[in-house]
């Protein structure tokens, strides 16, 4: 029996998600951070993902460094993923305002399945719908993050130990996790004193096959309210909005329109964000 499943969670508001995609991004900011994101995708669908995820994240008070941890869980049918990450970053001065971060995460993910909710279909050993199997793997990422006040370009990898899932069986892998790659990129204009606009881009997947990219397009006001539109390539597009209260708390939601088949059996998927900044500390 083989399991194919979507490897690693998928965010659309990924640019206010990239510490749980970058391990670098901890300490680029002056202050730290705490960020959820709850995704609920497919609704309608039976048993269909469901992402949840902490964050808090921010730098060392005297180093050029950071640190922080996220926590997640992401359910799909019968098969679940929760992990810990902790991650560390290095922050170097390049040239005037433009800084480079480096850095590493490691992580430790229980994967379950639930035989119970299997359809006896699909299974080739009737013993198997009475088991609930799980599995423990330790993991680790490194990212790179170059930026400046109005832009940012991040590289990074998860699951670089390609780790192969126990599940049902204690000596065969049924399933090895791959090595994912995630490329984002923005750059912010200004159009004046009240209004900016950042066209930003993630490319990500397994290298070089199994790629795909988002674009997205946001303008915000005052840094008060946000609103933009996404395209993920072959899927869906995306309307995001967005509101932030004296620039400590925040509040952000997307909406996915599927542009696939499956548009006909859901209503979509809807995304949460909620994040709060404490006071800087550098």
């Known amino acids: 029996m083989g399991l194919v499943a979507q490897q690693m969670p998928q965010y659309t508001q990924y640019m206010f998600n990239d510490f749980v995609i970058n391990p670098a991004v901890a300490g680029v900011q002056d202050y730290f951070q705490i960020r959820t994101n709850h995704r609920f995708q497919w609704v309608g669908l039976m048993d269909p993902p469901m992402t949840n995820s902490i964050s808090y994240y921010g730098p060392a008070r005297n180093q050029d460094m950071g640190y922080g941890f996220y926590i997640y869980n992401d359910v799909t049918g019968p098969t679940s993923r929760t992990g810990f990450t902790g991650s560390y970053a290095y922050n170097i001065a390049l040239s005037g305002e433009m800084r480079l971060?480096?850095?590493?995460?490691?992580?430790?993910?229980?994967?379950?399945?639930?035989?119970?909710?299997?359809?006896?279909?699909?299974?080739?050993?009737?013993?198997?719908?009475?088991?609930?199997?799980?599995?423990?793997?330790?993991?680790?990422?490194?990212?790179?993050?170059?930026?400046?006040?109005?832009?940012?370009?991040?590289?990074?990898?998860?699951?670089?130990?390609?780790?192969?899932?126990?599940?049902?069986?204690?000596?065969?892998?049924?399933?090895?996790?791959?090595?994912?790659?995630?490329?984002?990129?923005?750059?912010?204009?200004?159009?004046?004193?009240?209004?900016?606009?950042?066209?930003?881009?993630?490319?990500?997947?397994?290298?070089?096959?199994?790629?795909?990219?988002?674009i997205t397009a946001r303008a915000e006001w005052k840094r008060i309210i946000w609103g933009a539109i996404s395209y993920r390539y072959s899927e869906a597009i995306s309307i995001l909005i967005g509101y932030s209260f004296e620039e400590m708390l925040y509040f952000g939601y997307a909406y996915d329109i599927g542009i696939t088949s499956l548009r006909k059996y859901n209503t979509g998927t809807h995304e949460l964000m909620i994040g709060y900044r404490f006071n800087d500390i550098k």
Not at 105 to 115: E, F, K, L, P
Not at 127 to 141: C, F, N, R
Not at 143 to 156: H, P
Request: aromatic fraction near 10%; charged fraction near 20%.
């Open 101 to 214: 971060s480096m850095g590493i995460s490691a992580s430790m993910m229980q994967y379950r399945i639930d035989g119970t909710q299997l359809n006896p279909r699909d299974v080739s050993d009737p013993a198997l719908l009475q088991v609930i199997s799980t599995s423990y793997l330790p993991d680790a990422g490194i990212g790179a993050y170059l930026y400046a006040k109005d832009f940012y370009v991040g590289l990074s990898a998860a699951q670089l130990l390609n780790n192969n899932l126990m599940i049902f069986d204690n000596k065969n892998g049924l399933n090895r996790l791959k090595t994912h790659i995630n490329l984002i990129g923005a750059y912010k204009f200004r159009v004046d004193q009240d209004w900016m606009i950042e066209p930003s881009v993630m490319i990500k997947g397994t290298a070089p096959r199994e790629l795909s990219f988002d």
